[in-house]
C-alpha cells in the first residue's frame, strides 16, 4: 500500500514536470488553476471528514445523465437539485453534490469508480443485480442494517421488509432498494377496426388468436397491398415473453426453483417445460408467414413501431402502456389512418385456461454506499428525507397548481404548463430514487396517475392495458443467495437465448428438431447446465 | 567516430525525442501494470495490488470455452476477408482520384467520400437495416419488384459477409484515400511528361510511376494491418451483426464485451486482450521481417 | 491515336464509377438530413428515406437555442485545435529523429513504441494515472493521454524517409544543425502528409467520446460527441432501461432532434478537410527540389 503511494506520488510529479514543459506557460497557468480547483474541493472534503459540526458536509450522489437536460439547467443544476439543497441540505448543514453518470454506462463508469477508490460518490445505484451481488460479494458495500434502524426509520417503513429483503446478501442489507409502483410489465395489443371489418370476434385464447392471425393474413382488413403482418414481433423480450411464457406448463415449486433461469435482472424460461412448443408454434407462425419477417433483426423494436404506426400489423404484445403516450404508435397510427383502433387485449393462454405472464421484481434500482464512504450516515439521512412527508410526492410531482392539480387523490399534471415548468421534472426518475413511478398509496390508485398522464381519448384503453398486464402474472422466484454462475454466465446465455428464439422460429419445420436440440446443447455447454447444478443444490440447501 | 563526437552531432536528435518518449513512458508504461489482471481474481474493493495471484487459472479458464475460438476462427475471417477487399479499396479510390481531369470534381468529390467516416455506427445500423433488410430493404425491394426472391442480406451468413464487407469498405474507403492522396502529392510530374513521350498508355502510366511511388505507404499500412489481424473494432461487427448470423459476427471484441467487461470479470478481459498483444506483435514482426525480406523496407 | 481513345474510355469509365460511389455516400447523409426536417409521424411511420416529409425546422431551432450546445460546441471546438496542434509537434519530434537509419538506438526506440500499440494496461489502471496526475475532469485529461499515436508516428516517419536524401545533405554540408533542417526542410516539404496527419488527429478527437464517458464530470466540458452519444443510445433497448419500466420513457429524445444534433456535431469537422486540400496540390515536393 505505502509502495502503491509512492508509486502515484512520483507519476504525479513526473507528469506535471512533463505538462509543465510541453507548452511552457499557456499549460502551466492552465494546469495550475486546475490544480488548484481539484485541491480546494478535496481538501474542503477531508476537513468535512474530521470537523463535520464547524463545516458543512459534502454528500455526494450518483445521477444518471442522458443527456437531456432542458435550456438553462444542467444535470447538476437544476430545479430538483436546488430543491433538495433548500429542503434537505441546508437545513441539515449538507452538501449535496450530484455526480453524473452516463446512462448507458453506468455500470462500466461505476465500476472504474470503485476500482480506484476514490471520488466514489457516497450513495451510489444500479438496476443490474449482478452488479449489486459482485459488489456485495467482494466486500465493497456498507452494512445498511443498523444505519437504517438508526437513522432511517422513515425509510424502512416506505420501502418495507418485502422491498428489503431484495436488498440482503448472505443475510446482511448492503442495498436498499427501491419500491416499485407498478408491477405489472405486458399486454397485448389487436386492431379493433380490423376485427370488426371482418366481423370476427374478440379473440380469447392462442387458438383463437392463430385463426384470427390467418384471417388477417387471408383476407388483409388494412388493404396493405400484401404487407400485412398479423403478428408484429421483434427480438426485445416484451414482443417474445408474453407469448413463450404461455406455452410454459404449470410447474411444481421444485421446478420453478431449480430449471428457471435468472440471467441478468429476469427469469428466463430456456428448461422450463413447453419452451420447446412455445418456439415451435413461432416456427410455424413464421414459415405460415404471419409474423415479421424481419423480427430477429429488430433489437430495439425500431422496426416493430414503424410497421405499427403504419398500419400494417394486426397484433402484437408490447410493455403495458407503451403504445398510448402522446406522440407515441396509437396516435401516429391515427394520424396515418384514422378509422384505426387498438385494442387491449389479453389472449396467449396456458393449459389451464389462464394468461400467465411475467411481473416486475417489487423493486427498482439497487440504492447502495461504498464502504470507502465516510458518509454513510448523510446518506442515510437523505433518503430517509426523501421518503418523509411529502418530499417524494413534491420530487415526483412539482407545485400544485403549477405542474399539476389533485383529482380524487391523484395528481393530474398540467400539460399546458409553460415549458420551465414542465422541465422542472425533467429527470424526477432519477432523482427520486427510491421509488420507481409515482406512489399514491396503493397499487390502482399507483396506475391511475399513469392514466391520467396519458392523452384523453386513450385513458380507458391505458386503464384496461395496465389491468391485463397485472392480472395472472407470477412472481420471479428467488433464492436467499445468488447464484454465482448466473453472475458468470448470464450475459452469455441472454444472447444465446436469443439465438435460440430466432434461429429455431426461421428454419424450415422439418429442420426443427435437429436445429432446437443442437442450440440447447450449446446453450447447457455454454453455462445453462452450471446454473441448473447451482441451482438444485442451492434448492436443496434451502429445503 | 567516438561517443562524444556521435553525441555532439546527433545530440539534438536525442533531445528531439526526450518528451514523445516521457510520454509514452508515463501515459503508456505508466498503467501497464494493470497486465498482472491477468494473473488475479480481480477484486473491485482491494485493487490491482491487493487482488489475489491465481496464476494461469484465468488462461485456462478462457481456453476452455468454446466461445473463444469461435470467435478468434470470426476475428480471423473477417479481418482476412478486410484484407483482401477493404485494404485495397482505397488504394484504387485514391489513383481514381488522382486520374480525375475535372479538378472541382475531384475536390468535391474528396469531400463527400469520407462523409461515411463521421456517421456513428448506431446510425449506420439503422441505416443498414433500411437498405439490406428482407422485409422492406430498399434493395430488397428493387429485388422483389423485378420478380426474383429477396435475399437475406442480414439473416443468412453467407450473404452476411458480404454486407459486412460492402458496409466496411463504403464506410472506410474514402477516407482511406487521404493518406494516399497525400502520398501521391510526391510524385515528380516530369516523370509522367516522359512515359507521354513514350506513349505509355494510363494503365501502363498507372502500374509503373503512380503505384511504385505509393508504395512505402502500402508496405507500411500492410504491416500495420497484419498486426491487427487478431485486433478488431467493437462497432462494425457488433451493429451490422444480429442474432441470426451469430455464428460468423460474434468476434473477440464482442466476446470481450460480454463476457469481460459486461460482466465485471476484468480478469477475463485482460486475458484476451494479453493474447491479442502477444500475437498481434508477433504478427507485425514477421511482417517487418518479410517485408525487409521481400520489399527491402521495414518500419522498425 | 489508339491511346488518346483508350484515355478517353478511361475517363469517362473512371468518371462514372466515382460518381456513383460519390452518390452512394452521400445517401445516408441526405437521409439523417430528412429525418432531422422532417414530422414524427413520417419518421415513425418509416416513409422517410432521401426527401423530407412534411418539413419542419423545429429540430434546429432547438438544437440552437440550447445554450449547453453552443458552449459544448466552442468547447469541443478549443479541445480539438490544442489537441491537434500538441499531436502534430509531439509527432514530428518523435518522427524525425527516428528516420534517421543511422541514428544508434532508433531500433530500441521503435521497439518501445511499437509494444504500446498492443499493450496497454486497461482502464482502471489509466484511469486511476490520470486522477493521480490531477487532470480528471479537465482538458488535460483529454489531450495529454492521446498525444501521440503510435500509427501516424509510423507513417510520418515512412514519409520523413522518403524525403530525397541529397536534400538533407546538402543542407548539412551548409552547416544546417538538425533543428534546423528539420523545420527549414523536411517540414515544407511534408505539408501533405502534415495535413493529413493533422486532420486524422482532429478527426479522431472529434469524433472520440469514450475517455470523456470517464473522465469528465462536468457538464461544462462536455463535448459534442459526448451529448450526441447520450442522445443517440438512450433509447436503446437492453434488459438494463427494460427495468426502468415507465419513468424511463420520459427521457426519449424525439428522432428528429437526434438527427439535427448529428447534423449539427458533424458538419464543423466535415468542412476541415477542404480546407486542407489546399496542402495537397501536387508537385510540392518537386518545386522545392528545384529551388
Known amino acids: 500500500m505505502v509502495q502503491k503511494r509512492r508509486h ?19 499549460l502551466l497557468a492552465a494546469c495550475s488553476s486546475n490544480n488548484a480547483d481539484n485541491g480546494g474541493s478535496a481538501s474542503a472534503t477531508a476537513s468535512a471528514g474530521s470537523s463535520a459540526k464547524t463545516k458543512a458536509a459534502t454528500l455526494k450522489v450518483e445521477v444518471f445523465d442522458r443527456g437531456n437536460s432542458p435550456t438553462g439547467s444542467s444535470i447538476t443544476k437544476n430545479y430538483l437539485t436546488t430543491f433538495v439543497q433548500d429542503n434537505f441540505g441546508t437545513p441539515n448543514n449538507i452538501n449535496v453534490q450530484y455526480v453524473p453518470v452516463p446512462r448507458s454506462e453506468e455500470v462500466n463508469k461505476l465500476n472504474v469508480l470503485m476500482a480506484s477508490g476514490t471520488d466514489v460518490p457516497d450513495v451510489v445505484f444500479t438496476y443490474d443485480t449482478p452488479t449489486f451481488n459482485r459488489y456485495a460479494q467482494q466486500g465493497g458495500l456498507t452494512d445498511l442494517g443498523e444505519l437504517l ?13 418485502d422491498t428489503l429483503a431484495y436488498g440482503q446478501y448472505d443475510g446482511k442489507l448492503y442495498a436498499l432498494p427501491a419500491r416499485r409502483s407498478h408491477l405489472g410489465k405486458y399486454a397485448s395489443f389487436i386492431r379493433q377496426d380490423w376485427l370488426d371489418k371482418l366481423s370476427l370476434p374478440m379473440p380469447q385464447t392462442t387458438d383463437e388468436l392463430y385463426a384470427t392471425l390467418k384471417a388477417f393474413k387471408d383476407k388483409d382488413p388494412g388493404q396493405t397491398g400484401g404487407k400485412v403482418i398479423p403478428l408484429g414481433m421483434s427480438i426485445a423480450p416484451a414482443q417474445y415473453e408474453p407469448l413463450i411464457w404461455s406455452f410454459i406448463k404449470p410447474t411444481s415449486e421444485e421446478q420453478r426453483y431449480t430449471l428457471t433461469q435468472q440471467l441478468g435482472s429476469n427469469d428466463f424460461p430456456t428448461l422450463l417445460p413447453g419452451f420447446k412448443d412455445a418456439l415451435q408454434f413461432m416456427n410455424k407462425l413464421y414459415n405460415e408467414k404471419l409474423i415479421s419477417p424481419d423480427f430477429g433483426l429488430d433489437k430495439d423494436k425500431t422496426k ?72 454513510a450516515v448523510e446518506a442515510i439521512k437523505y433518503l430517509d428525507w426523501m421518503a418523509s412527508g411529502d418530499n417524494l410526492f413534491k420530487m415526483q410531482n412539482g407545485v400544485e397548481g403549477e405542474n399539476y392539480t389533485l383529482k380524487d387523490g391523484t395528481p393530474v399534471m398540467n400539460t399546458n404548463a409553460a415549458e420551465e415548468i414542465k422541465n422542472r421534472l425533467y429527470n424526477q426518475g432519477d432523482m427520486a430514487i427510491i421509488s420507481n413511478g409515482k406512489q399514491l398509496g396503493d397499487a390502482d390508485k399507483n396506475i391511475e396517475a399513469y392514466v391520467v398522464g396519458m392523452p384523453q381519448p386513450y385513458q380507458e384503453e391505458t386503464r384496461k392495458a395496465l389491468t391485463i398486464s397485472r392480472s395472472d402474472t ?36 422439418e429442420q426443427f428438431d435437429g436445429t432446437y436440440e443442437s442450440m440447447m446443447k450449446d446453450y447447457l455447454s455454454s453455462g445453462g447446465q452450471a446454473i441448473l447444478d447451482e441451482r438444485t443444490a442451492a434448492y436443496k440447501a434451502m429445503k | 567516430m567516438n561517443a562524444f563526437g556521435y553525441l555532439r552531432r546527433y545530440w539534438q536528435l536525442y533531445a528531439l525525442l526526450v518528451f514523445p518518449l516521457l510520454y509514452f513512458i508515463i501515459f503508456k508504461y505508466g498503467p501497464m501494470y494493470g497486465i498482472v489482471i491477468a494473473f488475479k481474481d480481480f477484486n473491485f474493493f482491494q485493487g490491482i495490488n491487493g487482488s489475489k495471484w491465481i496464476g494461469l487459472d484465468a488462461f485456462r479458464e478462457v481456453f476452455a470455452m468454446g466461445d473463444f475460438y469461435k470467435t478468434l476462427r470470426n476475428t480471423i475471417m473477417l479481418n482476412f476477408l478486410d484484407l483482401l477487399v477493404s485494404f485495397p479499396a482505397p488504394l484504387i479510390v485514391a489513383i481514381m482520384l488522382y486520374e480525375l481531369k475535372s479538378a472541382w470534381f475531384k475536390k468535391l468529390s474528396q469531400t463527400i467520400l469520407y462523409i461515411p467516416h463521421f456517421i456513428s455506427w ?7 437495416y433500411q437498405v439490406f433488410g428482407t422485409q422492406s430493404g430498399m434493395i430488397n425491394n428493387i429485388i422483389t419488384s423485378l420478380g426474383f426472391e429477396a435475399v437475406p442480406f442480414l439473416t443468412n451468413k453467407a450473404d452476411w459477409l458480404v454486407t459486412y464487407l460492402i458496409v466496411g469498405v463504403w464506410q472506410s474507403a474514402g477516407w482511406g484515400t487521404i493518406i494516399y492522396l497525400a502520398a501521391l502529392t510526391g510524385i515528380n510530374r516530369e516523370l509522367f511528361e516522359a512515359a507521354d513521350v513514350d506513349g505509355a498508355g494510363r494503365v501502363r502510366k498507372i502500374w509503373s510511376i503512380t503505384l511504385p511511388s505509393l508504395k512505402p505507404t502500402i508496405v507500411t499500412l500492410l504491416i500495420i494491418s497484419l498486426g491487427n489481424m487478431i485486433a478488431i473494432g467493437f462497432e462494425r461487427p457488433y451493429v451490422i451483426g444480429n442474432t441470426a448470423v451469430r455464428e460468423y459476427s460474434d468476434v473477440l471484441s464482442t466476446f470481450v464485451y460480454r463476457v469481460g467487461i459486461e460482466s465485471g470479470q476484468y480478469t477475463l478481459a485482460t486475458v484476451v486482450g494479453l493474447f491479442q498483444a502477444v500475437v498481434g506483435l508477433l504478427f507485425v514482426l514477421g511482417a517487418n521481417y518479410a517485408s525487409k525480406k521481400l520489399a527491402d523496407q521495414s518500419i522498425l | 491515336m489508339k491511346a488518346r481513345r483508350d484515355g478517353r474510355i478511361f475517363d469517362a469509365v473512371n468518371l462514372i464509377a466515382l460518381l456513383l460511389f460519390v452518390l452512394v455516400c452521400l445517401a445516408p447523409f441526405l437521409h439523417i438530413i430528412s429525418i432531422s426536417l422532417s414530422s414524427s409521424r413520417s419518421i415513425m411511420s418509416g416513409e422517410v428515406s432521401l426527401f423530407p416529409i412534411e418539413i419542419k425546422w423545429d429540430s434546429y431551432k432547438q438544437v440552437i437555442s440550447d445554450a449547453s450546445m453552443i458552449r459544448s460546441l466552442g468547447f469541443t471546438i478549443l479541445l480539438t485545435v490544442l489537441f491537434t496542434a500538441l499531436c502534430i509537434l509531439m509527432t514530428i519530434a518523435a518522427a524525425y529523429p527516428l528516420s534517421k537509419r543511422n541514428m544508434k538506438g532508433r531500433k530500441l526506440f521503435m521497439f518501445v513504441i511499437m509494444i504500446t500499440m498492443f499493450f496497454s494496461g486497461g482502464i482502471i489502471p489509466e484511469y486511476i494515472l490520470v486522477r493521480n496526475l490531477h487532470l480528471l475532469d479537465s482538458i488535460w485529461a483529454l489531450v ?74 462536468s457538464p461544462e466540458m462536455y463535448p459534442l460527441q459526448l451529448k450526441l452519444y447520450q442522445l443517440v443510445q438512450n433509447n436503446m433497448i437492453s434488459e438494463l432501461l427494460q427495468m426502468e419500466g415507465a419513468s424511463g420513457h420520459a427521457a426519449l429524445q424525439p428522432e428528429s432532434l437526434k438527427a439535427a444534433s448529428v447534423i449539427f456535431a458533424t458538419v464543423p469537422i466535415l468542412i476541415v478537410y477542404p480546407w486542407l486540400q489546399r496542402y495537397f496540390v501536387s508537385g510540392v515536393m518537386l518545386g522545392a527540389v528545384k529551388g
Not at chain 1, 512520483?10 to 507548452?23: D, E, H, M, P, Y
Not at chain 1, 389512418?337 to 389451464?352: F, G, R, S
Not at chain 1, 448466473?486 to 424450415?508: H, N, R, S
Open chain 1, 8 to 26: 502515484a506520488s512520483f507519476k504525479k510529479r513526473t507528469g506535471q514536470l512533463v505538462a509543465l514543459s510541453i507548452a511552457g506557460s499557456v
Open chain 1, 149 to 161: 434502524d438508526q437513522y432511517g426509520p422513515n425509510l424502512k417503513n416506505f420501502l418495507g421488509e
Open chain 1, 304 to 375: 416493430l413501431s414503424q410497421n405499427v404506426s403504419s398500419g400494417l400489423v394486426g397484433f402484437f404484445s408490447e410493455d403495458d402502456m407503451n403504445p398510448f403516450y402522446a406522440d407515441g404508435l396509437y396516435a401516429t397510427l391515427q394520424k396515418n389512418m384514422p378509422d384505426a383502433k387498438l385494442a387491449a387485449v389479453d389472449v396467449y393462454t396456458n393449459e389451464e385456461g389462464k394468461h400467465p405472464k411475467p411481473e416486475y421484481t417489487p423493486i427498482g434500482m439497487y440504492l447502495m454506499i461504498p464502504k470507502s464512504s465516510k458518509n
Open chain 1, 474 to 509: 407470477f412472481k420471479p422466484v428467488r433464492f436467499d443467495k445468488p447464484i454465482e454462475a448466473e453472475a458468470k454466465y448470464g450475459t452469455t446465455l441472454q444472447d444465446k437465448f436469443k439465438e435460440i428464439i430466432v434461429k429455431t422460429a426461421m428454419v424450415k419445420p
Open chain 2, 122 to 128: 448506431v446510425i449506420i445500423g439503422g441505416i443498414v
Open chain 3, 144 to 217: 495529454l493521454p492521446g498525444l501521440i499515436s503510435p500509427f501516424y508516428l509510423i507513417i510520418l516517419i515512412t514519409f520523413f524517409q522518403n524525403v530525397p536524401d541529397s536534400l538533407e545533405e546538402s543542407a548539412e554540408i551548409d552547416g544546417s544543425s538538425h533543428f534546423r533542417t528539420l523545420v527549414s526542410i523536411i517540414i515544407p516539404l511534408s505539408m501533405p502528409v502534415l495535413a493529413t496527419l493533422s486532420l486524422f488527429y482532429a478527426v479522431g478527437r472529434w469524433n472520440g467520446f469514450t475517455d470523456t464517458l470517464m473522465y469528465i464530470t
